[in-house]
């Protein structure tokens, strides 16, 4: 178990070297950089550009030196919390970013949990009454959340939420609470705030969480031990939940890897139809800004999220189901 | 090889038969001896019916087709997918309008309803037209239906112009109303373009982009899933980083980031390509991962071994002999990775990131309806939806449908 965790914690470091490279080429691949944008926005203007000026800035930036120098300058300085100044605001991009990053966890667990609770009796449900119409019922419903774009339903959902409910369009909390601290007031605004999200992005999981679950159940139940079980007359509720759906339960944690990714990416969207105070709305800016930094930083961060949780889910995977036995080369 | 021969004569002379002759024999004087005269087929048993026939020797293609048509479900999506792929090919028929065509009369229009009876009396399909009225109070554009004015279809018939594929001109369509009336079966835009008709056109981009984008990745998860699994050892493992690294990027904001990466002063077309590579490019981890897995298993076989004794190159090995094992389970992992890339494409056009106007996706509809005055007010801007939900589903469908037919000998 520990030569495990040490030699997953160790393969994390190249990959996430690899992955600071990879997100620095892209954030870099536009042709031109920040302040060539800036300067035609300025003429766009119709204002004057100050060559002095920009010289100096593009020195300040670095932008005039070799691409590997920037991103040596880029890694080391993350290392030391400090990823980078955004243009676009004329501050660190950690100020910038604030409370954006916890906010988007928040959305991302709040997901899962909500995934799970869902896809769990349904799946259960589906297998236990495999083709009757609830179970033919329910996986349609499954799939017509994962056919139905994201956006869209937070759209609709949103604006039937304000129609029913009275709750402030868009953002995370009443637009009063905007500035104050957190309080008991502010953490409800933020709850009956962040069912809308929470639901639009679960839905797209769910279909595929129920399937695996519904599965994974339909093979379990087949096996000899639960007819002999039935054979002796164990109450059928004992027989399903006593082994059968122990043994299915591995699709939850061992999918966190592939869920993660996806929550990630469907927030990502939702919270700019929503806008969201997470990290969506933001990082769409600065990509469009060629605010470098910024964007990097928010890639990285998601990047750096989604390897964490996958570490996290073997790890509860290994713990959970002791058959699993994960040497050096890793399953996911 | 010396047992061979040994085991060919065993039944050739069983030691109990002379025995069970001489009783028989001992018997036969108060019988005699019958031989039948009928022709003797020794196959009689094995002789198939024509209709077992058919089974036994039918190729694993047609076992899959035969296998896959009992799954309704699926046969039903893959029918209407065909439909769809078909009116790619002649969006410019179907639609009743031109992409670009703004009927500045009618901006914000509801759909017109199709009817059949008008004061009890059949007249075939046609529309009402519509009474329009600017509230002064508020803006509000309010159109109504008025009976007086019946617009019968027209069918087969010449109406808007366009040019076909871009190339050649014409104005032949399926469907148009009359000269001066209006057919808007769901409604117009801002501009007062016709939805139906863009999404018509929508569907030519969304569709092929899914099309284009899963040929990409195939193709690239084949070739490296097929290289990482004939030679294993490092180029496997460098492979499996790469994999590893690729998925931990969640797939929408790095595709975000690159399709920003796009010039913006590139062709739309160029767009699209480039548009269409990214969604490529990142997908064929999924695909290279079953291939290798397969590969590792398929490549200890006595066949392939075989083949690189006759001194087949590895190229030829992989790909003639080793890959059309599990062509079919390829084809059922393409077919259910082609929804995520058109929903990939509606959701960056929906940004602002992916396709840009004149060319016309489902995304770049959708990205009209971004606010909230759409749903509330026009709530028809809305219905690009259901061309996506539906062909989403359908492939969903199909490709569970493949999946039970993959393998046709269980």
Redesign the interface.
């Known amino acids: 178990m520990f030569r495990y965790t040490l030699h997953r914690l160790l393969v994390m470091i190249?990959?996430l070297l690899?992955?600071s490279l990879?997100t620095f080429v892209?954030?870099q691949?536009?042709?031109g950089d920040y302040l060539t944008t800036y300067v035609n926005e300025l003429q766009a203007q119709g204002e004057s550009v100050n060559e002095e000026k920009l010289a100096f800035l593009r020195q300040q930036y670095g932008f005039d030196r070799p691409f590997h120098e920037q991103y040596l300058t880029w890694l080391f300085g993350m290392f030391k919390g400090d990823f980078g100044h955004s243009f676009e605001y004329d501050l660190p991009v950690t100020t910038v970013v604030g409370d954006r990053v916890f906010l988007s966890f928040v959305i991302s667990f709040a997901t899962i949990i909500f995934t799970w609770i869902v896809s769990f009796p349904i799946g259960v449900y589906s297998a236990t009454h495999q083709y009757s119409w609830g179970d033919h019922g329910l996986t349609f419903l499954g799939?017509?959340g994962?056919?139905?774009?994201?956006?869209?339903l937070a759209?609709?959902l949103?604006?039937f939420a304000?129609v029913y409910f009275g709750t402030s369009?868009g953002g995370l909390m009443d637009p009063r609470y905007l500035d104050l601290p957190w309080s008991w007031g502010k953490i409800l605004s933020v709850l009956e705030h962040l069912w809308v999200p929470v639901v639009v992005i679960g839905t797209s999981n769910t279909a595929g969480m129920i399937r695996r679950l519904r599965a994974n159940l339909l093979d379990e139940l087949g096996k000899q031990y639960v007819i002999t079980a039935r054979a002796k007359g164990l109450h059928p509720f004992k027989v399903l939940v006593k082994y059968p759906l122990r043994m299915s339960l591995n699709p939850f944690i061992a999918d966190i890897g592939n869920l993660?990714?996806?929550v990630?990416?469907?927030s990502?969207?939702v919270a700019?139809?929503l806008s969201l105070p997470t990290t969506g709305p933001m990082?769409?800016r600065a990509?469009?800004s060629q605010d470098m930094y910024l964007?990097g930083s928010?890639?990285m961060y998601?990047?750096l999220l989604?390897?964490v949780g996958?570490f996290l889910s073997d790890l509860a995977l290994m713990a959970l189901d002791p058959r699993i036995r994960l040497e050096g080369?890793?399953t996911? | 090889m010396s047992e061979a021969p040994r085991r060919r004569k065993a039944p050739a002379k069983p030691k109990r038969r002379p025995a069970a002759g001489k009783r028989g024999a001992r018997a036969a004087d108060t019988l005699p001896h019958f031989t039948s005269s009928d022709p003797f087929d020794p196959n009689a048993v094995e002789v198939l019916t024509p209709e077992q026939e058919r089974y036994f020797t039918a190729s694993q293609w047609l076992l899959m087709w035969w296998k896959l048509s009992n799954h309704r479900l699926a046969v039903i999506s893959g029918a209407f997918l065909l439909l769809m792929y078909f009116s790619v090919i002649i969006s410019e028929f179907v639609a009743p309008y031109n992409l670009h065509t703004r009927n500045t009369d009618f901006i914000y229009a509801p759909p017109q309803d199709v009817h059949l009876f008008h004061d009890g009396k059949f007249i075939g399909p046609f529309v009402y037209g519509t009474d329009y009225l600017l509230k002064m109070d508020n803006l509000e554009r309010v159109y109504t239906p008025s009976p007086e004015k019946v617009y019968p279809l027209r069918f087969f018939c010449l109406g808007d112009q366009y040019k076909f594929w871009g190339e050649i001109e014409g104005s032949f369509h399926f469907v148009c109303p009359t000269e001066d009336g209006t057919l808007f079966l769901l409604g117009t835009d801002r501009l007062g373009r016709d939805i139906f008709s863009r999404i018509v056109y929508g569907t030519r981009i969304s569709l092929t982009v899914g099309l284009i984008g899963i040929t990409i990745s195939f193709l690239l998860g084949v070739v490296i899933g097929g290289l990482a699994g004939y030679y294993g050892g490092w180029v496997d493992s460098i492979v499996q980083r790469i994999i590893e690294i690729i998925r931990s990027f969640p797939a929408l904001p790095l595709w975000m980031a690159l399709s920003a990466a796009l010039p913006v002063n590139w062709d739309p077309i160029l767009i699209y390509f480039g548009i269409t590579i990214i969604l490529g490019l990142m997908d064929w981890t999924g695909l290279a991962r079953a291939v290798r897995s397969k590969l590792l298993a398929l490549r200890e076989e006595d066949y392939a071994t075989a083949a690189m004794l006759m001194g087949a190159r590895p190229g030829r090995i992989i790909f003639r002999h080793l890959v059309p094992n599990f062509l079919s389970h390829l084809i059922v992992s393409a077919t259910l990775a082609v929804p995520s890339m058109i929903l990939g494409e509606t959701a960056l056009s929906f940004l602002g990131l992916g396709m840009r106007p004149p060319i016309t996706s489902w995304g770049v509809l959708l990205n009209e309806a971004q606010d909230m005055n759409a749903v509330a007010l026009y709530p028809w801007l809305l219905y690009t939806m259901s061309p996506i939900v539906l062909v989403v589903l359908a492939f969903n469908f199909l490709g569970d449908g493949l999946r039970d037919a993959a393998d046709p000998y269980k």
């Open positions: 190249p990959n690899a992955i990879i892209i954030i691949l536009p042709p799939f017509l994962l056919a139905t774009p994201n956006f869209l759209l609709i949103l604006y304000n369009i993660l990714p996806q990630i990416s469907g990502a969207i700019v139809v990082m769409l990509l469009q964007a928010f890639l998601l990047a989604t390897v996958v080369g890793v996911r």
